[in-house]
């Protein structure tokens, strides 16, 4: 049955596209945004629902370009159902799942699997990312046609990085003629070694193996100089550190068709978040020092990094309850997005706007999704949140089956209040729940 014409009313509507931000109110049909007004409210049909926005901003729902899904073959630590559970209730409407499932995502059958599972089981857009190499070994490429043909939106090797560069240099010439985009995940593994943090001073008080930061780089460099040579599309999925933002920055001013993003982790925490060799915070790519944490958050401001993503991987207890050095990397992410985020608009470092294109606009631009916007005709993907609303995260709470939050008892600011996709709600807040 069609659903009942929505009007959410008396809401802070906050465009990324256009800038605009003003009280206003807009009317939903049909799964699309059908009018809205800015300063009033649109007429509003005999049968609709009116929704009152309390004054609270309504944005495009969030579109996250990197999620660690369980399902297939690790539903312990989550399914689609659970994550999509969770990106709802963090405002986020369409994720990108990753291929590092079992099987892996390097055939048009596991695509068209995951495709039907999320349509029966998930409460937001999953979209599934394919692997550029077969098994994510490294050095068989999939085929990259018939993969977008299922619905791959992206190819990526998930946590692994191709290493081989006629491997990477041939990836990127199919993506090229395919009209795909490559998102690598930037550590040299031989350079990683059995590191298990950012190599420093609190590495060496810790006791603990580092990383240096030439493990990114070093990749960055050789897979930017590919770019060069074969004009793909390119996506560093995550940069961490001051050295990779000009690495970029100079890549963008020479022209190549290169993005990044970076990890809400990266943004808002630093190594010294470990503490007493937390585990929650054992990430890939490390937490960094403060200036890198810095470095990161002003290539935001100024758009060298394009998306902010959530990096969202959920490990259970037995991979996460263990020695510093033996535990897995990965922390949730997805469901606190949208709140951690918002530290940075709380402290002054980024205008809501630009924070709000890189976790919207900018992603749905990337994987040539009409989202990312409020206007006439886009889809009522939606988030209605308060920025202001103060609370401190009990772990219990999320809706993620796994409870690996970096954020587990912090204090956050700002609250997914109401999510809309296809313009249905997919999660509504009840305090206590």
């Not at 603990?208 to 990114?216: C, F, K, V, W």
């Not at 990096?311 to 309850?321: F, W």
Request: proline share 6%; hydrophobic share 45%.
């Amino acid at each position: 049955m069609t659903a009942r014409p929505l009007v959410i009313a008396n809401a802070r509507l906050l465009d990324p596209v256009s800038g605009q931000d003003k009280v206003g109110a807009l009317l939903i049909r049909d799964g699309r945004i059908a009018d809205l007004q800015w300063g009033a409210s649109p007429p509003a049909p005999e049968d609709a629902e009116i929704i009152d926005g309390g004054g609270h901003v309504l944005a495009p729902g969030l579109t996250d370009l990197r999620a660690f899904v369980g399902e297939p073959g690790a539903e312990h630590r989550e399914t689609l159902a659970s994550a999509s559970a969770a990106a709802a209730a963090g405002g986020v409407t369409t994720l990108v799942c990753m291929p590092d499932t079992n099987p892996v995502i390097d055939e048009p059958a596991i695509v068209d699997f995951v495709l039907r599972r999320a349509r029966d089981t998930a409460s937001v857009h999953v979209l599934p990312a394919a692997a550029i190499t077969k098994h994510l070994a490294g050095r068989e490429m999939t085929e990259f046609g018939l993969l977008s043909e299922a619905g791959a939106v992206a190819f990526t090797d998930g946590l692994r990085a191709v290493t081989n560069a006629q491997v990477m240099r041939r990836a990127l010439t199919y993506a090229r003629d395919f009209g795909a985009l490559l998102m690598q995940h930037v550590e040299e593994p031989d350079l990683v070694g059995d590191g298990v943090m950012n190599e420093g001073e609190m590495a060496s008080r810790l006791g603990l193996h580092g990383i240096p930061r030439e493990a990114e780089t070093i990749l960055l460099e050789r897979d930017l100089r590919l770019v060069r040579l074969t004009r793909a599309r390119y996506h560093a999925a995550m940069i961490s550190c001051a050295d990779s933002v000009e690495i970029v920055r100079r890549a963008k001013e020479a022209g190549l068709p290169v993005t990044c993003g970076v990890s809400i982790n990266n943004l808002v925490l630093n190594e010294n978040d470990i503490g007493h060799y937390r585990t929650f915070c054992k990430l890939s790519p490390p937490l960094r020092t403060e200036e890198d944490r810095k470095a990161v958050v002003a290539a935001l401001n100024e758009g060298v990094i394009d998306v902010v993503v959530s990096d969202h991987n959920p490990q259970d207890v037995e991979t996460k309850r263990l020695p510093f050095a033996e535990a897995a990397d990965g922390a949730l992410g997805i469901e606190t997005l949208l709140a951690a985020s918002l530290r940075l608009v709380h402290a002054g470092d980024i205008a809501l706007p630009r924070l709000l294109a890189a976790l919207s606009a900018e992603p749905a631009r990337l994987l040539g999704r009409e989202g990312g916007r409020l206007a006439k005709g886009a889809p009522a993907d939606l988030v209605l949140f308060d920025p202001d609303e103060p609370y401190i995260l009990d772990k219990r709470l999320l809706k993620s089956r796994s409870k690996n939050s970096p954020f587990d008892e912090a204090r956050l600011q700002g609250r997914a209040l109401l999510t809309l996709v296809g313009g249905r709600i997919a999660y509504r807040f009840e305090a206590g729940r």
